[in-house]
């Protein structure tokens, strides 16, 4: 059986990751997760994210490293693996193209969203490695 490649996105502003909610017309309605979608052919990750980031929230983003992937075996036997990547905003303001709305979530909030069960041990992997990613942020805008 085939895995389908997805990636997303957790886009740091200051020290808040943004989170978006699932729209009525997306599957897993209502449900949160990180921005993000499935790798085309021919696409690296990295660039996956930057076009889904444009078309979904209408923002620039650059992507900066990569945290652990999970799989996740959804019914009907689809079994998708979520490709995590730190982000940073860096220009455009946010248009909710696609999701119902979005958040910009501090690391003690991040459990009180109803996630989308790929997402829950990227979740906690985040909430376990926030003060290290957030020193690595500090360090890249400080630096660049
Ligand atoms: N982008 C994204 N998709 C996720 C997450 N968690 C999760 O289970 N998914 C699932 O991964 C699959 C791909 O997501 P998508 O629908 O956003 O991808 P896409 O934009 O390329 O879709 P399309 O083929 O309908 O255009 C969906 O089945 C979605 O429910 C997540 O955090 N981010």
Request: aromatic letters at 6%.
């Amino acid at each position: 059986m085939g895995v389908v490649l997805v990636t997303c996105a957790l886009i740091f502003l200051n020290d808040k990751v943004l989170c978006a909610q699932r729209s009525s017309t997306m599957n897993l309605p209502g449900l949160w997760e990180f921005p993000g979608g499935k790798i085309e052919k021919g696409e690296s990750p990295e660039e996956c994210l930057v076009r889904e980031i444009k078309e979904e929230l209408a923002i620039t983003i650059k992507v900066l490293g990569a945290l652990k992937p999970n799989d996740h075996a959804y019914s009907k036997g689809i079994v998708i693996r979520l490709l995590p990547y730190v982000c940073i905003w860096q220009c455009g303001e946010v248009k909710l193209l696609e999701h119902q709305q979005i958040k910009w979530v501090e690391k003690g909030n991040l459990n009180s969203l109803n996630w989308a069960p790929a997402d829950i041990p990227i979740v906690n992997d985040l909430s376990e490695n926030w003060n290290i990613i957030q020193k690595q942020l500090v360090d890249y805008t400080t630096e660049s």
